[in-house]
């Protein structure tokens, strides 16, 4: 157990549709990011939050925004969703933000449209 | 740009084999190289890092990798391969910036038969 907890585990929803991932850190660990797993994308980085503040952006689209919380938990928002959104979407989150730290990943979350 | 290659999709080798899984990156600066292991519906689970040092480094479950500058390289090896390392394992490199975000390669399957 990674002590990074995503929910849900999975999700199963329509074309255009609105949906919210949760990702809660390992405790103590103030950077939280979100990836997107897909068998032709592979593993994307999607963005970057520490303590609280936009930290880095990767291949996110304009449909999709996050944010993180006071405690530090993060939340992925995905809107106007398409079938090619299906995918794992993974949190990690590590103590800092500098390079040397390693990241500890949830498990993810299942997302197909459908 | 940052970019990571993992040149086999597979790889098989028979229980009690060495293994080696291949990585090689592309980065400006001196980097910071991480491999994890994905097993089936489950997270990524850190397995090593190199931040600076020795070129070999050890990490869990008895694998270790070894680094080379001059053909930046970072392959993932074990002398004695077990039938439960057979996973998807993923080479990571992060640039030595103020975000933490890693750049994986496209993975590679490591199946190990009995």
């Known amino acids: 157990d990674s002590g990074v907890t995503q929910t849900p585990k999975h999700l199963i929803t329509a074309t255009g549709q609105r949906v919210t991932l949760r990702c809660s850190p390992r405790s103590g660990d103030l950077s939280v990011y979100w990836y997107q797993q897909s068998l032709d994308q592979g593993l994307q980085f999607l963005i970057q939050y520490y303590n609280g503040e936009e930290r880095a952006k990767g291949n996110i689209l304009e449909r999709f925004s996050a944010q993180q919380f006071p405690d530090l938990h993060s939340e992925l928002n995905l809107s106007s969703l398409e079938l090619g959104d299906s995918a794992l979407y993974f949190c990690?989150?590590?103590?800092?933000?500098?390079?040397?730290?390693?990241?500890?990943f949830g498990q993810g979350t299942r997302l197909t449209v459908v | 740009a940052q970019s990571v290659a993992q040149p086999e999709d597979q790889v098989n080798v028979a229980e009690g084999n060495p293994l080696t899984v291949k990585c090689t990156y592309s980065v400006s600066g001196n980097p910071y190289l991480f491999w994890y292991v994905q097993y089936p519906n489950r997270g990524l689970q850190f397995l090593l890092k190199?931040?600076?040092?020795?070129?070999l480094v050890k990490g869990s479950y008895g694998f270790e990798a070894e680094f080379n500058k001059s053909q930046t390289s970072f392959h993932l090896k074990k002398p004695s391969a077990l039938v439960s390392d057979s996973a998807l394992y993923f080479c990571?490199?992060?640039?030595?910036?103020?975000?933490?975000?890693?750049?994986f390669g496209q993975g590679t399957t490591l199946q190990v038969k009995p």
């Open positions: 990690a989150s590590s103590v800092a933000t500098q390079g040397t730290t390693e990241a500890f």
């Open positions: 990571a490199v992060r640039a030595p910036s103020n975000t933490g975000k890693l750049i």
């Open positions: 190199y931040i600076t040092g020795d070129n």
